[in-house]
């Protein structure tokens, strides 16, 4: 079985590929350093000679609104043309829990638009939804530091492990297609502003986390469930507090 994962070489593609290997799988990672361009389609044929699935973790390497919806409507568009001439029989995209319930979000109606090209595409599909990746808290503590000071809303967070997104993510290119939607999330929930002032104190960081619920996250307001699964979802095994020690 040969499955070809876009963006193999990345943070979770690098571990799809290792998981598949491990498998028994033939796993080829696809990205620009392999001769892959998804923007141009460059590449494509050749890589999906013989494949049953495909695996999109690609990201935009730019998040202004207008790159960023550029970047995953032209991608998915030359993704599933290739698919369709190689007859891939599974598609499985990762993109983001709560994405279609923060509409002034850019990146976020960008993942939207990717996901609506898949679903009506024709294509057997598995959409992976995940929450945010433990590997990126501090990335949000930083957006949110102004004068020295972590300004964040007490609404629900539930972050993930990158190896839990990494299992969800070959589970289902293992998997039959879903034609449908999976979600998936860390084992514990908190406010945002709770999760990320525990967060830095494990890691002696000293800056001050205040509650602001109209602080913005990345350009945009959230409500309580804005980004947690609020339907039936499978939850990482990695609690937070573990990985930071194992990565401190």
Excluded at 181 to 208: C, I, K, S, Y
């Amino acid at each position: 079985m040969k499955i070809v994962v876009i963006g193999g070489t990345g943070l979770i593609g690098s571990k799809v590929v290792a998981n598949l290997n491990a498998q028994g799988v033939e796993a080829v990672a696809a990205s620009l350093n392999t001769g892959v361009n998804i923007l141009t389609g460059e590449g494509l044929a050749d890589v999906l000679k013989g494949a049953e699935v495909l695996v999109d973790l690609s990201n935009s390497p730019s998040f202004e609104d207008a790159a960023v919806l550029e970047f995953f409507e032209t991608s998915t568009r030359n993704l599933l043309a290739a698919e369709a001439a190689a007859n891939v029989q599974h598609h499985v995209a990762l993109s983001v829990v709560g994405c279609d319930r923060l509409p002034d979000s850019g990146y976020l109606r960008a993942k939207v638009a990717q996901e609506r090209l898949i679903e009506k595409s024709g294509m057997p599909y598995s959409i992976v939804r995940a929450t945010q990746f433990f590997e990126f808290v501090a990335r949000i503590a930083d957006e949110a530091t102004v004068d020295g000071v972590v300004r964040l809303p007490s609404g629900s967070f539930q972050p993930i492990a990158s190896d839990d997104v990494a299992q969800a993510v070959t589970r289902a290119a293992l998997d039959a297609p879903l034609n449908g939607r999976v979600e998936v999330a860390g084992p514990d929930r908190a406010g945002m502003d709770e999760f990320l002032r525990t967060a830095l104190a494990a890691r002696n960081d000293p800056r001050e986390v205040v509650t602001d619920d109209h602080a913005k996250y990345f350009g945009t307001e959230l409500t309580e469930d804005s980004l947690v699964p609020i339907g039936p979802a499978r939850l990482g095994e990695i609690h937070y507090a573990d990985w930071a020690k194992a990565t401190a």
